[in-house]
């Protein structure tokens, strides 16, 4: 009865995907181009879900050493070497500028979608969450994937278009085209911190 009445009906919750020092500093093995210039977009989502008390949940990727859990268009370049995303390493750490605070939750995915193999459905249900904020890279991978399974497990979806990033603008355009086009809110930060969520 008591951890029933701590749920709000249709909170929300923030979901950063992937923002680790391999996939955004510049040089980074696995580096996304356009991932750098939303760390200060991000930071300002994180900070308005911070000053909400509202739920954060950090969700990452680790490779094992041996490449037996990467994607298999990258395996080959993976095992070529350099190896990134190593649990425990530098590269594989969440940038400092969006490092979590205590009760933010942190996730690995052995995947792209941060529900595939991962307790966060599970998470977001029992705290009572119906709609997500989604930001972080990459857009054609670990984004576009969270989202269609988000929308397709009746969560409410908002996609932070500069908080999130690709390679180049144009795949970034094409996939908030399409996520635009199943019914997810595609909103700029500025128009996201005009919103009460």
Not at 117 to 144: E, H, K, M, S, W
Not at 150 to 159: I, K, M, N, Q, S
């Amino acid at each position: 009865m008591g951890s029933e009445s701590a749920v709000t009906p249709n909170m929300h919750a923030l979901l950063i995907i992937d923002m680790q020092n391999d996939f955004v500093l510049p040089g980074g093995p696995a580096a996304v181009a356009g991932a750098p210039a939303t760390v200060p977009n991000i930071r300002r989502v994180l900070e308005k879900f911070r000053v909400g008390g509202w739920p954060v949940f950090h969700l990452i990727r680790h490779y094992r050493p041996d490449g037996s859990d990467v994607e298999l268009f990258r395996r080959d370049a993976f095992m070529q070497g350099p190896a990134y995303l190593l649990p425990g390493s530098t590269g594989a750490r969440i940038v400092a500028e969006l490092t979590p605070q205590p009760g933010e939750q942190v996730i690995v995915k052995p995947r792209f979608s941060a529900f595939m193999g991962t307790a966060l459905d599970l998470v977001l249900r029992r705290r009572g969450v119906r709609q997500l904020v989604v930001c972080g890279t990459q857009y054609p991978n670990c984004i576009r994937a969270t989202v269609m399974d988000a929308v397709c497990l009746d969560y409410a979806v908002t996609l932070v278009t500069d908080a999130a990033s690709a390679q180049t603008a144009a795949v970034a355009q094409a996939n908030i085209l399409d996520m635009a086009n199943i019914g997810v809110a595609c909103r700029t930060t500025a128009q996201l911190e005009a919103l009460d969520c």
